[in-house]
């Protein structure tokens, strides 16, 4: 389709126009036709359109008519405006009174074009602009509407709209806008055609009427929606006025349980590549039930690198093998909720199915109803209950645990003792959504008491009815079995306190007035700090959301800020009295650090804005900047490990690895701004610049209620790994930032992990600049630590990494057209911010050095030739075994001792060397063969053993590498 102009030609060669101006004389016919119609096409893209649609009162005539006669498939959204009414372009005159209206000055878009153009002088530019105008508007083009003073306001006139059947090229350019307009007056379309959508709009709309998608999630929650929805999915001719029409398509979430009926499917359409064989085997697995056949197309994205990687090597994914699933059980977090889990079983605590049962709700303070305070005392015989039934659990894994210096038994009976504790601050979460609701009901009781107006009281019945719902929700009253958030045992996974591998810990809620009543829809921590964020948009159930405030506790938000320190330096957080930085011992100052006030992520408020159309393109989500910074444990939970990975003699990566740490994530605010919200602490509104300015506006004198600019935080417990460069790579941006991806996509592919599950960033300023992976999956996965610990970890995901990037093992380029990077190989629709700086060339090197490197761990914070020197130091000097047994270690990429000669006061002798935590090591030479020295050793090394400690003997006469591998298990990496 193409729109003319009615009466165009006649004015372009008539000689009034050409009067106007002397370059109009002297232009041909077409080249004034394409001038005009750049004119004409601004006033129709601009809805400046004089026409009865767009007046208000026919568009309230029309809502009137669509809301008595259409369904909901067809009518208007009654929830959101999504009339138009038309625009009007200004010539402004000499009066000061503002009018609104897009303007025709010079400095406007119109005024730009044509004084480049027709290279008009700007003290004529008024008058040739009125001339044409007047002519447009006499040949009944535009229309001139009534002044108001002296400025004039013109429309395009509906009338001369000329709707032409197109020939199937593509839209001409529009030189206003395109950058690609050159000093020539030219329309030519140069812009490539998608032969898909030039198929799809010529061929007849009519197939695509009876099209509907719905979703079919957790997050359906009206209630009985989803059973409704299942039965128009599989509808039956009887069910047909009762159900309306049959739904033709079901949007499900990957596991597709949730009641849908699956033994009869025989075709799965998966939108993207599974993250992993063993997803994909699940995923397919749902067709072909029964032993009739399944059909299952997988699309692979063009813009997404995991797509095209399994696209390319589809085999892999199809028929690959499935990994076992990875769990770090060596996460504090994770073995403290399962001893909570222990607790609670002993405790028998009658929760129900409602948190009411432990919470008394007739108290301000929502305080333990007292006979379950009561219950949370323990009695000496039932800790010791609890406690042997955590012993019997851990058993299996005492050897690995205790190899953290975390765990210990005060550390069992620690988390016992605090199990009260943390259950009743459990808690905190839910007394806060719980009172900001009752705060809201008796609001809008208040608000209807003081309405004068029917609008008015049903405003405020309409909050009251919401404020209710939300309690009901929280009490768990007449709920569906699908809005299960707030079941005890859920909500209590959900908080961390019990293990929930289903549930998000610690998620931000959001409320979501949605229909006659509403829900709460929960988003991981890591994810809502961006999704959840102040005007960010998101879509839920065929609606589009934006988040327009913080739900406020009574009180304020002013608990949940909090100061932090951030280094500069090395972006890790300290607390606001620290001097010295606890990651990199800086000292700090005014340039290396700032202490800054953060709002830890409330719950928040969202706003319904519109109906989910195919204006996709109008999908805006506004820019935020996020950084984090990290901090190490400072409890002793998690033991920091440090290696070296060594490339041809030289260490090219310095690898610091720290388990527990704590990573905080900080939204800084909107990426053109970067200085935090503006938030109102009572009452948890967000609000603009624009706004802010107009609330000072409004009053002469400041308001009572605090509006504080403060940045959003949410934090979490997580494995995180420091990479930190040769100097020469850390100074090249591209080189950093290309190698961050090669590894990151390495160790997914290599451990086969979900894209979501690892993190990496660049973290740090100079020499203390690295690269920062961070497992984001719940209880982490342990894949950082192999990374330290395993010689050839590395080595093995760089080696995936040079597939990836389009390398052979032996540095050739496999795809020359690949001039740096791109969607099969590095990049990807979250790291376009970054694509110019990506350049897989600049790594190939350093890949093919890395893929034969090997790691070095350090040892009791050394590193290993440092290690090995100190080891050597403290030998005896009479004993050639011991520096013989060092050197064969050492050369053989063995694991070195971690000390040697240390003192055992218990047993009241010295090993020759020692291994964390209890293995001795004696170098047995031949004074060990004499009678009364082999008694001595038998009695010392029975004491050993009673004492708990293992004992290796090495002797003389033994080949040293044979003795070596007999206990593999201890000297091997």
């Not at 389709?1 to 060669?13: A, I, P, T």
């Not at 299996?396 to 009976?413: G, P, V, Y």
């Not at 079995?481 to 045992?489: L, N, Q, T």
Request: glycine share 6%; hydrophobic share 35%; with cysteine.
């Amino acid at each position: 389709m193409k729109v003319e102009y009615r009466g165009l030609d006649e004015v372009c060669q008539s000689s009034e126009l050409i009067e106007l101006d002397t370059s109009l004389a002297k232009a041909t016919f077409e080249d004034r036709k394409l001038l005009l119609r750049v004119l004409l096409d601004h006033f129709r893209r601009k809805r400046a359109i004089h026409a009865e649609v767009f007046s208000q009162t026919f568009q309230q005539q029309l809502r009137r008519r669509a809301e008595q006669y259409l369904n909901e498939f067809w009518g208007l959204d009654p929830d959101y405006d999504e009339l138009r009414p038309a625009n009007q372009f200004l010539l402004e005159g000499k009066s000061p009174r503002e009018v609104e209206g897009l303007k025709l000055g010079e400095r406007s878009l119109i005024g730009r074009f044509l004084l480049a153009r027709l290279k008009l002088d700007k003290t004529n530019y008024r008058q040739f602009l009125e001339g044409l105008l007047d002519l447009l508007v006499r040949h009944g083009i535009l229309f001139r509407l009534e002044s108001i003073e002296d400025h004039r306001l013109y429309q395009l006139d509906a009338a001369c709209l000329r709707w032409c059947l197109g020939d199937g090229s593509a839209p001409s350019v529009d030189p206003l806008y395109s950058r690609r307009a050159t000093g020539e007056i030219s329309l030519e379309s140069t812009r490539p055609v998608n032969a898909f959508f030039k198929k799809f709009y010529q061929a007849e709309p009519a197939n695509l009427a009876a099209l509907e998608a719905r979703e079919h999630t957790a997050q359906v929650v009206r209630p009985g929606e989803r059973e409704r929805r299942e039965h128009r999915f599989r509808l039956n001719a009887s069910d047909h006025k009762e159900l309306g029409r049959r739904l033709p398509y079901l949007v499900c979430s990957p596991t597709m349980e949730l009641g849908v009926d699956i033994a009869d499917l025989d075709l799965v359409h998966l939108r993207n590549v599974p993250p992993t064989p063993a997803n994909y085997a699940q995923r397919s697995g749902r067709a072909g039930r029964q032993g009739q056949p399944g059909l299952i197309l997988t699309y692979c994205g063009a813009f997404n690198s995991h797509d095209q990687y399994f696209f390319r090597r589809r085999a892999e994914m199809v028929a690959g093998s499935v990994r076992p699933p990875r769990l770090d059980l060596t996460n504090d977090a994770l073995l403290k909720a399962h001893i909570h889990a222990v607790w609670l079983a002993h405790l028998r605590l009658p929760l129900s199915n409602s948190i009411e049962t432990v919470i008394d709700t007739d108290r301000e303070e929502l305080a333990l109803k007292e006979h379950v305070a009561e219950q949370l005392r323990l009695s000496e015989a039932k800790r010791t209950a609890i406690k042997e039934s955590v012993h019997q659990i851990l058993a299996s894994d005492k050897e690995m645990l205790t190899a953290n210096s975390w765990f210990n038994e005060r550390w069992i009976e620690q988390v016992i003792d605090e199990a009260g504790r943390e259950f009743d601050r459990a808690f905190d979460r839910w007394r806060e959504l719980y009172r900001a609701a009752k705060r809201q009901l008796h609001a809008a009781r208040a608000e209807e008491d003081r309405a004068r107006t029917r609008e008015e009281q049903e405003k405020a019945k309409a909050k009251q009815v919401e404020a209710r719902h939300q309690l009901n929700l929280l009490l768990q009253l007449d709920v569906m079995r699908e809005e299960g958030d707030f079941y005890p045992y859920r909500y209590l996974a959900s908080e961390g306190f019990l293990p929930g591998y289903n549930f998000p810990a610690l998620p931000v809620r959001a409320w979501v007035p949605r229909g006659v009543e509403g829900e709460f829809i929960s988003r991981p921590r890591f994810l809502a700090i961006r999704e959840f964020a102040p005007r960010s948009l998101f879509y839920h159930e065929g609606s589009r959301w934006e988040c327009i405030a913080f739900q406020a506790p009574p009180g304020g938000l002013e608990e949940r800020k909090r100061k932090k320190r951030l280094c500069l330096t090395c972006q890790a957080f300290s607390e606001p009295e620290a001097e010295i930085c606890s990651a990199c011992q800086s000292q700090f100052r005014g340039d290396n650090s700032r202490l800054t006030t953060l709002l830890d992520l409330p719950n928040i408020r969202m706003k319904r804005r519109a109906r989910i159309t195919a204006d996709e393109e109008e999908r805006q989500r506004r820019g935020y900047k996020l950084q984090t910074y990290f901090q190490f444990d400072s409890a002793g939970r998690g033991r920091i490990q440090k290696a070296d990975v060594v490339c041809q003699g030289r260490a090219a990566l310095h690898l610091t690895y720290a388990a527990a740490a704590t990573i905080l994530r900080l939204n800084l605010g909107w990426r053109s701004e970067a200085t935090g919200f503006a938030v109102d602490l009572e009452s948890g509104e967000v609000l603009t610049s624009s706004e802010l300015e107009e609330r000072s506006s409004r009053y002469h004198k400041p308001e009572r209620r605090v509006v504080e600019r403060l940045m959003l935080a949410v934090q979490t417990t997580q494995n995180l790994l420091l990479v930190r460069l040769l100097p020469e790579w850390r100074q090249d941006t591209t080189f950093e930032a290309t190698l961050r991806y090669a590894l990151k996509r390495g160790v997914e592919e290599a451990f086969q992990l979900e894209e979501t599950e690892l993190v990496a960033e660049s973290v740090g300023d100079k020499e203390h600049r690295a690269i920062l992976f961070y497992e984001a999956a719940e209880g982490g996965v342990g894949v950082l630590r192999r990374l330290v610990e395993a010689p050839e970890a590395l080595s093995e995901i760089s080696r995936s990494a040079l597939e990836i990037c389009h390398f052979d093992k032996d540095g050739n380029d496999l795809k020359p057209d690949c001039h740096a990077a791109c969607y099969e190989c590095l990049l990807n629709f979250g790291n376009q911010l970054e694509a110019l700086q990506l350049n897989r060339h600049k790594i190939r090197q350093a890949l093919l050095d890395l893929a034969t490197s090997r790691t070095e761990a350090w040892i009791q914070g050394r590193a290993k030739e440092e290690h090995l020197k100190w080891l050597r130091s403290l030998t005896d000097p009479r004993s050639e075994l011991e520096r013989r047994f060092l050197e064969v270690l050492a050369e053989g990429g063995y694991r070195l001792p971690d000390e040697a000669q240390k003192p055992i006061p218990m047993v009241r002798c010295i090993p020759d060397f020692f291994y964390e935590p209890n293995i001795c090591v004696f170098c047995d030479g031949a004074v060990h063969d004499k009678p009364e020295q082999v008694a001595i050793d038998r009695s010392i090394r029975q004491e050993l053993y009673r004492q708990g400690y293992r004992v290796i003997v090495i002797r003389y006469d033994e080949d040293l590498h044979r003795q070596i591998e007999k206990f593999a298990e201890v000297f091997k990496q």
